[in-house]
C-alpha cells in the first residue's frame, strides 16, 4: 500500500468553517497572547514556541516554553500557598471547586471551541468533555466529603487516631488528547486532599489547558492551581523537583518508563501514578445481537471522539468465527460513512489525528501492518486536504505476531482476529503486556461472567463501551498503569495515613 492521498466520499472542505483564532484565543486572554498561570496570574516564559491548528496544519499562535528555572519558580508558588489551603476544611475546599464549576458552566462553550481548534477533537467531543468536567466537579467532592478519620482502641489504656495529610505540592503531566478534561479532573482529588498543584500541559495541546487560569483567576486562591506549557525541560523539572512528592502522569508506557527511571535518579522518595495506555480488546461472542454489538465496537474506538486517539480505545475487535465476516461488513460501513473535517465544523464526525507526528507515525503502522501480511478492509490513506487526516482503517487475519496486533497505534485504526472457543477469546484478549480496558458483548451472562474475570484489564466493560461509571475505579493493569482514577482510590492516593497514638492515664 502507498500513502498516496484520497478524498473519501464523506470529507469536508477545511474551509467549510474557518478558524476564528483571534476571537477564541480572546476569549480567555484579553490580547490573545496565551500564557503560563502561576500565582493566580498570567505569567510568560522566557522563550515561546509555535502551535499548530491540526484541523488545517497552520501556526495560530504561540506558548510559553517553560524552562526548569520556571518551573522551579512555579513550585516554590504552590509551596507558599499549600499551608493556608490545607488548613481549610474539606467543605471549603468543595465550595472552591464548585465556584470553579459556576465559571465553567458560563464559559464552557468557548472552551469548547478552543479545544476544538488547539486539539482537532470534533466540537461533539469537546462539548461532551467539557460536560464530564462539570460533572466530575459536582459529584467527586462527595467522594472525600463521604471520608473521616478512624479512632481505635489497640490498647485497654490507649487509642490511635489515624488521619490523611497531604503530601504538599502535586505534579501533573497530563495528555494530549482531552488536554482540558484531563486538566480539571486531575486537580478536583488532589485539591480536595489539601495538596496544591503545578500541571504541565501536553506540548502537543497546550491552549485549551492554560486557558483554565482563566476560569481559576476569580475562583481559586492564588497559588493552589498553576499550570505551565513546555516539552521535555518543563516535565522532567516537574518529576525530579526536590519539593515534588507525588507525581502524576497520563501517556504512553514508554514516557512512564523514562519517568520512572527519573524518579529513581531525582535522590528524593516519590509516589507515582500513572495512567497509560492499551491495546484493548472488545470481544464480540456468537450470540451478540450483530447490529448492537458492531455499533458497540466502533463507538469504542473513540473515532469521533478524538481520531481513535484514546488509551481506552478498544480497538483490537475479537470475534467468534461464525459472525466474524458480518461484524466486518458492519464495521467498514460505519467507517466509510464518517464525515471528516475540520474540528471545529460543527458537521464534522471525525476529525484530524493532533500533529504530523503522530499521523506520520499512525500511517507506519498502516504500512507495517500491510507489509506483514494483514488484509486492509477500508482506509489506510491520508486525506488530500489540509490538515493531519488519516482514514478510518480497519484490518483483518491479524495476529499477536504483528506489530499492527501488538502496539498500540493511538489512531483511526482498528483490527479485527477469530476466535473458536472462549479458551481461545481469553488467550487472544490476555496477549500482550497491556491491560487497561476491556469489553465483552454477550446475552449469556455466565459467559459474560467468565469472560470478564478472565481477561487481564482494569476496566471491564460488559454489554457496553467507552462509558465511564462514577466512583468505579479506572486504571490499568500490566504495563498500562499504577493506581487508580475516578473513585476513593484516586482521592486516598493524595494523602498519607498518620497515626496519633495516645497512652490514656488510668484515674
Not at 501556526?59 to 500557598?81: F, G, H, I, Q, W
Not at 481548534?117 to 461532551?128: A, E, K, L, Q, V
Request: hydrophobic share 45%; aromatic share 6%; with cysteine.
Amino acid at each position: 500500500m502507498t500513502t498516496t492521498p484520497t478524498t473519501p466520499a464523506g470529507a469536508t472542505d477545511a474551509d467549510a468553517t474557518a478558524p476564528r483564532y483571534a476571537e477564541a484565543l480572546a476569549a480567555f486572554w484579553p490580547d490573545g497572547r496565551p500564557r503560563n498561570f502561576v500565582g493566580g496570574r498570567w505569567t510568560d516564559a522566557a522563550a515561546r514556541a509555535v502551535t499548530h491548528d491540526p484541523s488545517t496544519g497552520t501556526p495560530y499562535t504561540d506558548v510559553p516554553e517553560t524552562s526548569r528555572a520556571e518551573v522551579d519558580e512555579a513550585v516554590a508558588v504552590a509551596l507558599a500557598a499549600q499551608p493556608a489551603w490545607a488548613a481549610r476544611t474539606v467543605s471549603d475546599r468543595a465550595a472552591v471547586l464548585g465556584a470553579l464549576r459556576a465559571a465553567l458552566a458560563e464559559h464552557g462553550e468557548a472552551l469548547a471551541r478552543l479545544e476544538a481548534i488547539d486539539s482537532g477533537n470534533p466540537m461533539p467531543s469537546t462539548r461532551r468533555d467539557v460536560g464530564l468536567a462539570l460533572r466530575y466537579l459536582q459529584e467527586w467532592p462527595g467522594i472525600a466529603l463521604a471520608q473521616a478519620g478512624r479512632v481505635t482502641r489497640p490498647h485497654a489504656d490507649g487509642i490511635s487516631i489515624v488521619t490523611s495529610e497531604p503530601y504538599g505540592v502535586v505534579g501533573k503531566i497530563i495528555a494530549y488528547n482531552h488536554p482540558s478534561l484531563f486538566a480539571l479532573a486531575g486537580l478536583v482529588f488532589p485539591l480536595l486532599a489539601g495538596n496544591t498543584i503545578v500541571i504541565k500541559a501536553a506540548a502537543q495541546t497546550p491552549v485549551a489547558t492554560l486557558a483554565l487560569g482563566a476560569l481559576l483567576q476569580d475562583t481559586v486562591p492564588p497559588g493552589v492551581v498553576n499550570i505551565v506549557s513546555g516539552g521535555v525541560e518543563a516535565g522532567d523539572a516537574l518529576v525530579v523537583h526536590p519539593r515534588v512528592k507525588r507525581i502524576a502522569f497520563t501517556g504512553s508506557d514508554r514516557t512512564a518508563v523514562a519517568i520512572q527511571s527519573r524518579l529513581s535518579e531525582s535522590g528524593t522518595v516519590k509516589h507515582f501514578s500513572a495512567e497509560l495506555g492499551g491495546k484493548n480488546p472488545f470481544v464480540i461472542c456468537a450470540d451478540a445481537d450483530l447490529d448492537e454489538a458492531a455499533a458497540a465496537a466502533f463507538a469504542g474506538l473513540s473515532f469521533t471522539v478524538s481520531a481513535g486517539q484514546s488509551c481506552q480505545a478498544t480497538a483490537r475487535i475479537l470475534v467468534h468465527e461464525s459472525v466474524h465476516d458480518a461484524v466486518v461488513e458492519r464495521m467498514a460501513a460505519r467507517m466509510d460513512a464518517l464525515r471528516l473535517g475540520a474540528a471545529y465544523d460543527e458537521t464534522t464526525e471525525m476529525g484530524p489525528l493532533v500533529s504530523a507526528a503522530q499521523r506520520d507515525r499512525v500511517l507506519d503502522h498502516v504500512r507495517s501492518a500491510v507489509d506483514e501480511g494483514a488484509r486492509l478492509v477500508t482506509g489506510g490513506h491520508v486525506v488530500d486536504r489540509p490538515g493531519y487526516f488519516v482514514e478510518p482503517t480497519l484490518f483483518t487475519d491479524t495476529t499477536a505476531a504483528m506489530r499492527i496486533g501488538r502496539e498500540e497505534v493511538f489512531g483511526p485504526v482498528a483490527i479485527t482476529q477469530r476466535f473458536r472457543d472462549e479458551a481461545e477469546a481469553i488467550a487472544l484478549a490476555n496477549e500482550g503486556a497491556l491491560g487497561l480496558s476491556a469489553a465483552v458483548w454477550t446475552n449469556d451472562l455466565d459467559r459474560a461472567l467468565r469472560l470478564g474475570s478472565a481477561i487481564r484489564a482494569g476496566y471491564v466493560w460488559v454489554n457496553d463501551a467507552n462509558r465511564h461509571y462514577p466512583g468505579s475505579p479506572f486504571g490499568g493493569a500490566g504495563g498500562s498503569g499504577v493506581g487508580r482514577e475516578e473513585s476513593v482510590e484516586e482521592y486516598r492516593s493524595y494523602s498519607e495515613s498518620k497515626a496519633l497514638n495516645i497512652r490514656v492515664r488510668p484515674a
